[in-house]
């Protein structure tokens, strides 16, 4: 079950920024994301954060079998998705890099790299998560693809 409501009950301010967890752990084959659900069931949510004048951070893995790639092909997939066609990709798992890359205010829906490839992120590392939750103001944990929609 889904809470319509999670989302107008933070009562956030405009402009800052919210870490999103996506579930884009998808197939990628020739070049070519084999089953886009997940993604475009994402998609409202992303929409209605842009509408609120969010700035967004994307978390997701990527992981088949024991590969755990970069998100680097994913990234260039993603933005052919309206609502992410202007999304930066920040490459590598490097802290400093990635908070650099993230005082660009100019940049509103940002993806960081594969989950799965920064130290300590299996081993549910507190130092990891405390990273993570030091990028935004508020989380909106959308683990599932389902998890929420806006309000009909």
Known sequence: MHNTASL????????????????????IRNGRI??????KRSLPTIVELQKRGF??????????????PTLRTLARL????????DMTYVAGTDRRNIRRRLADKTRRIVLLENTRR???EKANDAGLSRFF???GRALHPVADSLLWRPAL
Not at 10 to 26: C, Y
Not at 55 to 68: A, C, G, M, S
Not at 78 to 85: C, S, V
């Open 8 to 27: 107008d009950a933070l009562r956030l301010p405009k402009g800052i920024t919210v870490l999103l967890r996506v579930d884009f752990n998808v197939n």
């Open 34 to 39: 084999e089953d886009d659900f997940r993604v």
């Open 55 to 68: 700035r967004i951070v994307l978390l997701t893995h990527l992981e088949k079998d024991t590969h755990t």
């Open 78 to 85: 993603l933005r052919n998705y309206a609502p992410l066609k």
């Open 118 to 120: 920064f130290l300590g």
């Open 133 to 135: 939750a030091s990028l």
